[in-house]
């Protein structure tokens, strides 16, 4: 399969632990990118890398998330200190332009408790 | 900031009947996209059919038309005869100039009935 994978499919928390998340994009997609979908609402963007560089970060993002894409290859998400609002679905997309619509990955579900 | 908003939030139609989905938007851009992606229950986001706002002519993917009128910032999606395999959750999304990092709208669920 040569589709954006994530793991794990799905996560359960206890509130205060810190989980992390991994994406592995179409290969030779230089461009990827991280939303967050609730129940009954559409993605939201989180943040995007080209390659390596991590170029945009969503005001959602707050100081206890985390993304890195080292090598430009996979890409983790890490949230510290969970909180309940934190449970959601982590989607992670990759394109191989700027022209290019994202392929999304069958996403993280989160439930923290 | 870029808005999105889908009006339906749920759906029906027969089998082979046709069902119109619908989106309106608002950008500053001059040069877009526009997309519709559909989401099955349990399963990823794929994408549907793309537009091109310098493109007047409106994009056809099979069964899935769009009826887009600029000016309106309207962007409706049609499925023709539809199958059950069209039961979905369909987004409507608007990128700005990067085509990979869009704005949605809130979804309309789609069912699909034998």
């Known amino acids: 399969d040569t589709g954006v994978s994530q793991n794990p499919r799905h996560k359960i928390t206890k509130r205060g632990q810190n989980v992390t998340f991994r994406c592995d994009p179409i290969s030779e997609h230089n461009r990827l990118y991280w939303y967050r979908q609730t129940l009954g609402q559409g993605p939201e963007f989180l943040t995007y890398?080209?390659?390596?560089?991590?170029?945009?970060k969503s005001r959602l993002l707050s100081d206890r998330f985390s993304a890195e894409r080292p090598k430009g290859s996979f890409s983790t998400l890490e949230i510290q200190r969970t909180e309940q609002g934190d449970s959601a679905m982590y989607l992670c997309?990759?394109?191989?332009?700027?022209?290019?619509?994202?392929?999304f990955g069958q996403g993280t579900r989160l439930t923290v408790v | 900031a870029q808005t999105v908003t889908q009006s339906q939030p749920e759906m029906s139609v027969q089998e082979a009947e046709t069902v119109t989905l619908s989106c309106t938007y608002d950008t500053s851009e001059n040069n877009y996209y526009l997309f519709w992606y559909k989401q099955p229950p349990s399963r990823q986001m794929i994408l549907v059919i793309r537009?091109?706002?310098?493109?007047?002519q409106n994009a056809t993917e099979n069964r899935f038309s769009v009826n887009f009128q600029k000016a309106a910032k309207s962007f409706s999606l049609k499925i023709s005869d539809s199958q059950l395999g069209d039961t979905a959750m369909y987004f409507c999304a608007s990128p700005n100039t990067n085509a990979g990092k869009s704005t949605f709208g809130d979804g309309t669920t789609l069912t699909v009935k034998p």
């Open positions: 997309a990759s394109s191989p332009s700027l022209n290019t619509e994202a392929f």
């Open positions: 537009q091109e706002a310098y493109k007047q």
């Open positions: 890398f080209q390659n390596e560089a991590q170029l945009e």
